[in-house]
């Protein structure tokens, strides 16, 4: 099925959708977005996704923005497919106005939807764990705001790929791990699930959030902490979560093994717990398009 948009409230193809090179999403990258996952045509977090959207568009002080507007969008897009295993890409920019830095006295806001099945190319990777590189993490100050702005994620995205691994866990000049390019990460150490703090160096992964909550509801003890690069022969278990990712082991780190080089069992039992969500959300009909 070929990918449908909406953009600023029109649908058609995403082949055939255009902006204009004005646009401060293109000179500046001066824009916002968000990632869903459609699980059976119902899309997956998105009171979360939503709430984090609104987090970036106060943050870059971009007005003017209707996000229940937004959400019925998305939802008549992911239905008009009708899309059932899908990714759904939202992004907002300032507008199209003359090319000058500081904000446009009058701008309108660019709201393009896109959805696009999704053929899920992880599921054995999730069985037998994932190899990931470290990257110096040379992005800004503002992590905690998706932005488009991507070449630091790029770059050690592109780092990881060249060394055959799915994804590059980025750190600080000091060794400290933040998160992955386009992921989240967590480490199992005494027992206990540990994860980095919520601040402005790491974007708050929806994925990440609802894993930590499913594992204290399983009675799992989940703690902010630090991991430096050095450290990391020191963890039991690793894993990413993601839109797309999921819950995903780490057996390998720079060529390295992560304890036994095998899943471990924390891990394991989160994806379970994970799967059974999704399932959840999938057969529960009062959940209703609109999802978690
Ligand atoms: N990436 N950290 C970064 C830097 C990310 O870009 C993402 C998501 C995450 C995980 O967030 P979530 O669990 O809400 O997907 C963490 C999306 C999928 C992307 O850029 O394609």
Redesign the pocket.
Known sequence: MEPIANLNGRQLPLAEARISVLDRGFLFGDAV?E?LRIYSGKPW?LQA?WE?LRHSLDALRIRGVDLDRLRQRLLATIAAGPFQEAIAYVQVTRGVAPRAHAFPAEATPTELIYVQAYHDTHAEMRQTGAAVVTYPDIRWDR?DV?STN?LG?VLAAQAAQEAGCVEALLYLPDGTLT??????FCWVKGGIIWATPQGSS??L????SFVTQLARGDGLTVRDGTLRREDLGTVAELFL????SEVMPVVQVDGRPIADGRPGPVTRRLQELYRRAVGEFVANPAEGAGGR
């Open positions: 977005y990632v977090l996704h984090r992590c998706k991507l994620n998160e992955g390019s386009h992921t989240s790491i974007l992964g929806t994925t990440r979560t993601g839109t797309t």
